[in-house]
């Protein structure tokens, strides 16, 4: 099990005592992103092998996390003690029983300290996004409470440094249409003195940014296409009275804008030529994650075996 921490020592105590309590047999995990209260001696305390990541960050410290530990299950928590423990054994049973991927927490709020408007309403209008773009499979995109297999976790190429870690996981299996599922899972409110260390619009936007990077990476000939369906458009609408006074003239009067027009056409074609040699691209990108993916064994193979 993986837990990563900033500043939360009594809350991340606690999720080791009540995670150690729901997964007996599990090795806990707690990895320290350069906190300065004690948590590192209250994780310890509670019986938790403690590790460090010095870049800041919690993509950074999920990178070190699934490149460092090796398992067959991970369970993936935030350190807040916000989510419920209990909750786990049923995600892990889901994942070996239909031999799933990635098993997502929905949160559903517990307590009104634990609402945060406009945490909520970024999530819903992020996740809607991520559904028209990518696909529809989760109502929680942004939970930090997350069962995964081995093969998951091994064939997944963290590239981001932040609170956009979430949005990379979900679009990974959406976008190599892996067996994944949500379960809804209660969601408490932070303890007294702990502070979310998410900010609603710096974040939100850093999210934002991420799924338009990863639309342009992943989905390159319509994100492309479009850019040249609008330069298109507009050097029509730019040559149309052009055309109109040659044919009445005989004449270019505005030649400047007869450049401009050639050249935005010109410009469009490019951009969905660019979507086209991309989208090759990504293609071989995407079989070599398959094939990455596909060079582990499937969760719950080994128990099945026995």
């Not at 939360?8 to 320290?32: M, S």
């Not at 300065?36 to 070190?64: I, L, M």
């Not at 007294?192 to 260390?197: F, N, T, V």
């Not at 900010?199 to 799924?211: K, P, S, V």
Request: glycine share 8%; with cysteine; aromatic share 10%.
């Amino acid at each position: 099990m993986l837990v990563p921490c900033y500043n939360e020592g009594v809350a991340v105590a606690k999720v080791v005592k009540d995670f150690h309590a729901a997964l007996p047999n599990a090795t806990i995990f707690v990895y320290d992103n350069n906190s300065s209260d004690g948590t590192v001696k209250a994780a310890r305390a509670a019986g938790a092998q403690v590790h460090s990541e010095p870049h800041q960050g919690k993509g950074n410290v999920v990178r070190r996390m699934f490149t460092d530990v090796e398992a067959d299950i991970y369970v993936l928590v935030d350190g807040d003690a916000t989510y419920d423990a209990p909750s786990v054994r049923r995600m892990i049973a889901r994942l070996l029983d239909d031999r799933l991927d990635m098993v997502v927490g929905a949160r559903v709020h517990r307590e009104q300290a634990a609402y945060r408007a406009g945490h909520v309403a970024g999530n819903w209008l992020l996740t809607g996004f991520v559904r028209q773009v990518f696909g529809q499979a989760f109502s929680d995109m942004l939970s930090g409470y997350r069962v995964f297999s081995r093969r998951f976790v091994k064939s997944f190429p963290v590239l981001s440094g932040g609170f956009e870690i979430e949005t990379e996981l979900t679009v990974h299996a959406l976008e190599l249409g892996l067996p994944v599922a949500e379960l809804t899972t209660p969601y408490y409110a932070r303890l007294e003195g702990s502070a979310s260390k998410l900010n609603t619009w710096r974040d939100g936007f850093r999210i934002l940014r991420t799924i338009v990077k990863l639309y342009r990476s992943e989905r390159p000939l319509p994100f492309f296409s479009a850019f040249g369906a609008a330069l298109a458009i507009i050097s029509i609408g730019l040559a149309i009275p052009i055309v109109f006074t040659y044919l009445e003239q005989g004449a270019v009067p505005r030649l400047p804008t007869a450049v401009l027009s050639t050249g935005l056409m010109l410009l469009a074609f490019l951009s969905v030529a660019s979507g086209l040699v991309l989208d090759t691209v990504t293609r071989g990108r995407r079989e070599l994650k398959l094939l990455a993916y596909l060079a582990h064994r499937a969760p719950g193979e080994e128990r099945r075996r026995n």
